[in-house]
């Protein structure tokens, strides 16, 4: 379930995508392709002002210790448990340190080699997790283009990019 980036680099690094889902930098598949973050945050802007206003009035009241505020964490356990997750590559290819002269990728999976430009790498996003389960088959991560031109074909089952 790791990922090495290897090849023309200064660093070669092992990534592990199952911890990924407690990275902030993770982003939901409908984020990415939908466009769904205005009405789930404004939603959730919402009910934490009601839970911290509620939260407010029983401390203000009863001038004890406030129990814990389980409320908050739910919503973000529920999102993790069922979220579809991406992670963009290009803070670990800058992690690794690329010499200026890699022009091309060679992503190896189950089923071979691809070959793909090392630009559109760098702004790729790696999907992990799949209704909040890491990716087991065709695992550990797919690649989808930023643009979304492979959205309904990723590279899947990458074990290893190799830059060059």
């Known amino acids: 379930m790791i990922v090495q980036i290897a090849g023309n680099v200064k660093f070669p690094i092992t990534l592990d995508p199952t911890v990924w889902i407690f990275d902030d930098r993770k982003m939901t598949f409908s984020e990415v392709f939908e466009g769904e973050t205005s009405d789930q945050s404004t939603e959730e ?9 509620r939260f407010d009035r029983e401390v203000y009241q009863q001038k004890i210790n406030p129990p814990v505020n389980k409320s908050i964490n739910r919503y973000e356990k529920k999102r993790l448990v069922k979220g579809t997750f991406l992670m963009p590559l290009k803070p670990f290819l800058h992690t690794s340190e690329p010499n200026r002269d890699v022009e091309k990728a060679t992503l190896v999976t189950e089923h071979g080699e691809q070959v793909i430009d090392a630009d559109a790498l760098a702004e790729s996003l790696l999907l992990f997790a799949k209704d909040g389960k890491p990716l087991r088959e065709e695992g550990p991560v797919h690649l989808y283009f930023q643009d979304g031109s492979n959205r309904s074909e990723p590279i899947k089952g990458i074990k290893k990019i190799v830059l060059q």
């Not at 802007?45 to 206003?53: I, N, P, T, V, Y």
């Open 45 to 53: 802007d919402d009910e934490l002002k009601r839970q911290s206003m």
